[in-house]
């Protein structure tokens, strides 16, 4: 499949500047990083919320870490949960299930991101599939989420 149609085309309007990264296939953020040597921190995964008001907002975050939805809920008065998985499927109909690009913006939904990505001179995304990141440098992944809050709002995960 390699990378969705959506993120394609959002991409490539917006003239951003990527590197694919091939790697075997796995169900997870961890997994790819494994699988392609990349440092865990730098690899960004999506989390869908859905709000108290039935708004849906993607928390993106590093693969080592955890979301703290108190946080999320105190610092947007809100009471964010887990958005249902059939939900997700079908937002991200051009995506493997489970391979979501953490760009919101390419599918019309609000984002968040943890202000700890901030900090990385590259990050590695999904591109749809379970196969390929997408190596975006710090000022693309900038631009790509210009429009969105960012936070701290994650916690280490321990394995």
């Known amino acids: 499949m390699a990378i969705s149609t959506r993120l394609n085309e959002y991409l490539q309007q917006n003239h951003i500047d990527y590197q694919k990264v091939y790697h075997y296939h796995t169900e997870d953020s961890l997994g790819n990083a ?39 809920n105190h610092e947007f008065n809100a009471e ?44 590695y995304i999904e591109a749809g599939d379970h196969q390929t990141l997408l190596r975006l440098d710090h000022y693309a992944f900038t631009e790509i989420m210009k429009n969105a809050k960012h936070i701290h709002f994650s916690k280490t995960v321990y394995h």
């Not at 989390?47 to 979301?67: N, P, S």
């Open 34 to 72: 494994a699988t392609s040597g990349i440092p865990p921190k730098m690899v960004a995964k999506a989390v869908l919320l859905l709000d108290h008001e039935g708004r849906k907002v993607m928390a993106v975050l590093a693969a080592d870490k955890k979301i703290n939805l108190a946080v999320l």
């Open 80 to 123: 964010y949960h887990l958005l249902d998985e059939k939900e997700v499927y079908r937002l991200f109909s051009d995506c493997e299930k489970g391979a979501i690009p953490p760009i919101g913006s390419a599918y019309n939904i609000a984002v968040i991101y943890d202000q700890q990505l901030n900090d990385l001179d590259n990050i």
